[in-house]
C-alpha cells in the first residue's frame, strides 16, 4: 500500500500534555506489546507495517513536527512538509506530489489517505488494503470509507450512500449536524464520513493541477503561502460524480478529548500518581517528577506536565479549548529528533532548561547574536565544539560560550545538560546556523 497520514493541529484539547509542538499524536498513552508506552503516531505506523511490511507510509505535516516525527518513528520515513497550515486538499496536493516526485510512486499507484490519530483494531487496516484494490480497479475514480455510526454524533459529516450494500455510490454529504439531525441521517443509513479515501495517484496530481494551476511538488511548495484554505471534502469529494462509499463497522474511535482518550488508555495511571480506594473512574496522566495524590475523586482527570496541570470533569473536559486558547505562554516541553528540552526557570533576563540529547545525536552548530550560554554537563558522555575546537565533555564540566560564539554538542551515550541563557533578549529567532562540524 502507498499512504499518506495526515498529521496536522495543536491539539488544543488535551492540554496541558499537548501544545502548538506536541499534538495529540505524540503523546505517550498505549502500551505496546513489550509493555512500554506508544503515541498515537507510533502505534498506526506500528499497525500499518504489521498488515503490510512492505507498505510505503509518507507523513503530510507542518514543519514545526517534523523533527517530533523523527524522534518517533526513525529517520527512514517519508515526511511531506507543508510551509503553513492550508487545510487538508492543499496539504494532501503536495504530499502526493512530493510521493511522485521524491518517492518515485508512480501517477497509475493507488493511495490511501487517512488521519493519523483514530483509535483502531486490525481489521481496520485489513479494510484500507481493501479500499486500495478498489481505487486500483478504477471502477471508480474516488472511494471513501464510511464509519457505521455507533450514536447520533454531532462531530462528525455524514455521507448518504445510495443503496445499503457494502460498497455503494454516493447520493450526498452533509454538513455536521444537530443530535435530532443525525439521529435522522442514521435512520435513512448515513455513515460517518471518516476523512479516509483512496484513488489513484494521479487523480489526486489532476486536481491539483485543475484547481491550483500546478501540480509539481516544487510549484505548490513555492505558492504554498498564496494558497486558499480548504478542506478536501469541500474541494474535491462533493463535487466527485464517480465516487463510491465502503462500510466500515469496525471499531474506531476519534480520540480528540481527555473523555473519549481516557477510555482507550491502557493504564488508569500513567506516571507518578497514586488514587485511593474511594476513586472511581479516574485517570491521571503525571509528566512532571512531583508526586500526585487524588482522593475520593469520581468520573475526573488529572493530567501534569511543564506547561500546567489540569483537573477536570471528564465529561467538562470537552470544552477546554476556549480556555487554553485565551492563554499566551512558551512552550515548557518539547520532544525532538535530537532528543527532548524542559524549561526549568524563566528569569527577566534569564531562561533555565534542561536538554536531553540520544546517543549518536547533536545539536546544530550555531551561534546567538543576543545572548550568552552556559552548559552544565549532568549526566553522559560527549563532544562539544566552541568556534571550530572539540573538546571532550562529561559530568561537571562547566562550558560557557559569549555571543557570537559557534557552538554544538554531540551526545556518545545519552547526554543531559543544564543549560542557561543569558541577555536582554532571549528570542528562538535568536540563532544563526552553520554548516555541520561533525
Not at 488494503?129 to 459529516?157: D, F, H, Q, W
Not at 470544552?319 to 532528543?339: L, N
Not at 554544538?408 to 552553520?434: C, F, H, N, P, R
Request: proline share 4%.
Amino acid at each position: 500500500m502507498n499512504i499518506i497520514l495526515l498529521s496536522g493541529g495543536s491539539g488544543k484539547r488535551l492540554w496541558p500534555l499537548s501544545n502548538d509542538i506536541r499534538s495529540k499524536q505524540f503523546i505517550k498513552i498505549f502500551k505496546n506489546e513489550d509493555g512500554e508506552y506508544e503515541s498515537m503516531l507510533q502505534r498506526v505506523y506500528r499497525q500499518i507495517k504489521s498488515a503490510d511490511a512492505g507498505a510505503s507510509v509518507t507523513v503530510a505535516t507542518s514543519k514545526s513536527q517534523v523533527s517530533l516525527i523523527h524522534n518517533q518513528l526513525g529517520a527512514d520515513v517519508g515526511i511531506s512538509v507543508e510551509p503553513f497550515r492550508r487545510d487538508t486538499f492543499p496539504a494532501i496536493a503536495l504530499a502526493a506530489a512530493y510521493i511522485h516526485e521524491k518517492r518515485k510512486i508512480a501517477e497509475n499507484e493507488p493511495v490511501v489517505i487517512c488521519p493519523v490519530d483514530p483509535y483502531v483494531d486490525s481489521d481496520y487496516f485489513c479494510a484500507l488494503k481493501k479500499l486500495s484494490r478498489l481505487a486500483e480497479s478504477g471502477e471508480r475514480r474516488l472511494v471513501l470509507m464510511g464509519i457505521k455510526p455507533t450514536y447520533p454524533s454531532e462531530k462528525y459529516g455524514y455521507i448518504i450512500p445510495e443503496t445499503d450494500d457494502a460498497i455503494s455510490a454516493v447520493k450526498t454529504f452533509k454538513e455536521k449536524p444537530d443530535k435530532y439531525t443525525a439521529e435522522k441521517y442514521i435512520s435513512e443509513g448515513a455513515l460517518w464520513n471518516s476523512g479516509v479515501f483512496a484513488c489513484k495517484l494521479k487523480y489526486l496530481l489532476d486536481k491539483a493541477e485543475e484547481l491550483i494551476g500546478t501540480g509539481s511538488y516544487d510549484g505548490l511548495f513555492s505558492r504554498y503561502k498564496t494558497l486558499k484554505k480548504i478542506s478536501f471534502d469541500y474541494a474535491v469529494a462533493e463535487k466527485e460524480r464517480q465516487i463510491g462509499v465502503m462500510r466500515f463497522s469496525g471499531r474506531w474511535m476519534d480520540v480528540g478529548t481527555w473523555n473519549t482518550l481516557t477510555s482507550v488508555m491502557s493504564d488508569a495511571v500513567i506516571g507518578d500518581a497514586v488514587l485511593n480506594d474511594c476513586c472511581e473512574n479516574v485517570s491521571v496522566l503525571n509528566e512532571t517528577d512531583l508526586p500526585i495524590i487524588c482522593m475520593g475523586l469520581k468520573d475526573m482527570i488529572v493530567s501534569a506536565s511543564p506547561d500546567g496541570i489540569l483537573v477536570s470533569d471528564k465529561e467538562q473536559s470537552g470544552y477546554i479549548k476556549p480556555f487554553v486558547d485565551g492563554m499566551d505562554r512558551q512552550v515548557m516541553f518539547a520532544e525532538k529528533s535530537w532528543g527532548s528540552f524542559r524549561v526549568i526557570d524563566i528569569g527577566k533576563e534569564s531562561l533555565t532548561i534542561k536538554v536531553t540529547l540520544n546517543p549518536g545525536h547533536k545539536m546544530n552548530y550555531h551561534s546567538h547574536e543576543y545572548r550568552d550560554e552556559t552548559w552544565i554537563v549532568t549526566e553522559g558522555e560527549g563532544k562539544a565544539v566552541l568556534n571550530g575546537e572539540e573538546r571532550p565533555v562529561k559530568p561537571g564540566d562547566v562550558i560557557s560560550m559569549k555571543a557570537g560564539c559557534r557552538h554544538t554538542v554531540s551526545a556518545l551515550s545519552e547526554l543531559k545538560i543544564i543549560e542557561v541563557q543569558t541577555g536582554k533578549e532571549i528570542s528562538i529567532s535568536d540563532k544563526k546556523k552553520y554548516k555541520d562540524i561533525f
